[in-house]
């Protein structure tokens, strides 16, 4: 019985030594999972900060574009307004010059017209002042005609009637007995304007004052240079039948 007892005690020795070390053995398990476990936690906590950081570098990165982004568009703007000024600019320039050039057009053209109009009063008023001075001397106002035609050289220089004016000068002068001064006009006439319609009558009018000053070998040689430059003329008929005339 005592045996018994003591075996009795003995087992239950060994069951609870074989139990406590299982349940050392269980904790020190237990302890090492949650090391483990915490190292895990920890892990994945830097994991996750590590990403959160990277996400808010990424973050600021396009924070950052969109900044530049929105500085570029914001240029962009400046530079499209600043090009519209331009280009309003320019079309004002433009439309400026037009406007210049059409107004300087219209100025020149205003000009033009003024001194057309001007041109044609100026030879309506010479041709008026050459008309009433060859009227004179044919109405045998001899010294007045004179005077006419002399200012009439004199108001129009570069006038085309100016011979006409000097062949019928002489003619006042020839009229007036005043042969030095018919000369003078006359040969204004053959000398300065050869081909002008007159240079035939004022050869024909050097002829006739020669002929009254009394210059009879230069008054034929008036008359044959007549028929030799001029023989289709009315002048030229006339020297013939002045040359054929009786002395």
């Not at 005690?9 to 299982?22: D, E, H, K, P």
């Amino acid at each position: 019985m005592i045996h018994f007892k003591k075996s009795i005690i003995a087992f239950a020795l060994v069951a609870w030594s074989a139990s406590s070390q299982a349940g050392l053995f269980d904790d020190d398990v237990a302890r090492q999972q949650i090391t483990d476990l915490t190292n895990k936690v920890q892990t994945l906590q830097q994991q996750n900060q590590q990403r959160i950081d990277q996400l808010e570098a990424g973050n600021k990165q396009v924070l950052n574009l969109v900044r530049q982004i929105d500085a570029q568009k914001e240029a962009l703007a400046k530079l499209n307004g600043q090009n519209e000024v331009l280009q309003f600019n320019l079309d004002e320039a433009i439309k400026r010059q037009k406007d210049l050039y059409i107004d300087l057009d219209t100025r020149l053209r205003t000009i033009e017209q003024a001194k057309a109009e001007t041109k044609a009063a100026v030879q309506l008023s010479e041709q008026e002042s050459f008309d009433a001075a060859v009227a004179l001397v044919q109405a045998k106002k001899f010294k007045e005609g004179s005077a006419a035609l002399n200012k009439f050289a004199i108001d129009f220089p570069k006038s085309e009637k100016l011979p006409a004016a000097q062949y019928w000068l002489g003619t006042s002068y020839a009229f007036s007995k005043d042969y030095k001064s018919a000369t003078v006009a006359f040969k204004n006439v053959v000398d300065n304007a050869p081909t002008d319609a007159k240079a035939p009558d004022s050869l024909l009018g050097l002829a006739s004052v020669a002929a009254a000053s009394g210059d009879k070998k230069g008054s034929r040689n008036y008359l044959i240079t007549i028929i030799e430059q001029y023989p289709q003329s009315e002048a030229a008929a006339k020297a013939k039948k002045a040359l054929m005339a009786p002395n």
